[in-house]
């Protein structure tokens, strides 16, 4: 039987609390929020505190989907399900609904977050992977109400480690809004709901038929969901082909440093970063031209 190490339990009323609860507490504190990574790591034993904060009653304060005229801004505490819903982002960034739809089951959806996805850091996370893509901003609150914005580069320190001090939370994140913009996720997963064995994320922004600009993210090839600055720079500038897909997957595939697991082959991995991007691109310039 799989129990967690004993705990204490603090209910947050609102972010200041929680940031208050943080203070005092330090490092032997963790929140929760859906609880879906946190506690199965803690019942094996891979995860043990002596505080668990729970934030869900904070969910009229952090969750929302805003759209602005320049970015979209996301709560930290917004759901799977609202995400996948959102009629903000089906029309800006269909991204996230490609990547909610194959996100582990409606239990899941219902109770999880897109702020616990990202702070859980899991090289294989399909939030963070789209994030990556969109070039989005995490905005990050501490003591005193002190905020700082850092990019996905920088939120993302390590496997499993986030740039979120112990006396901090994850607040919003923040999505530019540009004009041609079109996106795309596709995942590969061994079963319905599975982790990735191999995701990209693609979003591209089109003037006048010529790529503006673009940004290719990808899951479970490596210690960190990977963003490759080298797709952005080949596909700058240029009309969207077949021809120029095949480069950037040929790219993904020399970029990304995936390892040999029950999930498949190093190689087999590179395949499907190559694939994947190439059908990430051609959906995205797709719905961009639409």
């Known amino acids: 039987m799989q129990v967690p190490a ?46 668990l904060i729970d934030i869900n009653d904070l ?12 970015e979209v801004r996301i709560g930290a505490l917004t759901r799977h399900r609202e995400l996948l819903e959102s009629p903000v982002l089906a029309t800006a960034f269909p991204i996230f609904a490609d990547a909610e739809r194959v996100i582990a089951d409606p239990v899941v959806r219902n109770r999880g977050t897109l702020g616990g996805s990202l702070c859980q850091a899991d090289p294989s996370e399909d939030l963070s992977a789209v994030c ?24 993302h320190v ?9 006396d901090e939370i994850l607040v919003e994140i923040r999505l530019p809004v540009r ?12 079963r319905a709901g599975d982790w990735a064995v ?10 006048g038929g010529a790529i503006v600009d673009a940004r290719v993210g990808l899951a479970a090839v490596g210690p960190n969901t990977t963003g490759i600055p080298a797709i952005s720079a080949a596909l700058r500038g240029r009309e969207p082909s077949e021809s120029l897909y095949e480069q950037a997957g040929a790219i993904a595939a020399d970029s990304c440093d995936p390892v040999t697991d029950q ?28």
């Not at 004993?6 to 929140?31: K, Q």
């Not at 390590?158 to 112990?166: L, R």
């Open 158 to 166: 390590g496997p499993y480690e986030t740039a979120v001090a112990d």
């Open 263 to 290: 999930r498949g082959s190093a190689d087999y991995k590179r395949h499907l970063a190559a694939e994947l991007t190439r059908r990430t691109l051609r959906r995205a310039v797709e719905r961009a031209r639409s």
């Open 179 to 190: 004009p041609g913009c079109g996106s795309a996720y596709a995942k590969v997963e061994r």
């Open 59 to 70: 969910h009229g304060e952090l969750g929302y989907v805003e759209a602005g005229p320049d």
């Open 198 to 207: 191999v995701s990209a994320g693609a979003a591209v922004w089109l003037d």
């Open 132 to 155: 990556t893509t969109l070039d989005a901003r995490c905005v990050i609150r501490g003591p005193g109400g002190a905020e700082r914005v850092v990019s996905m580069e920088e939120f």
């Open 6 to 51: 004993p705990f204490e339990y603090e209910r947050a009323t609102s972010v200041d609390h929680a940031i208050s609860l943080l203070e005092r507490l330090g490092g032997t504190a963790r929140l929760i929020a859906g609880g879906h990574s946190l506690l199965p790591m803690m019942k094996l034993r891979l995860a043990n505190f002596d505080y």
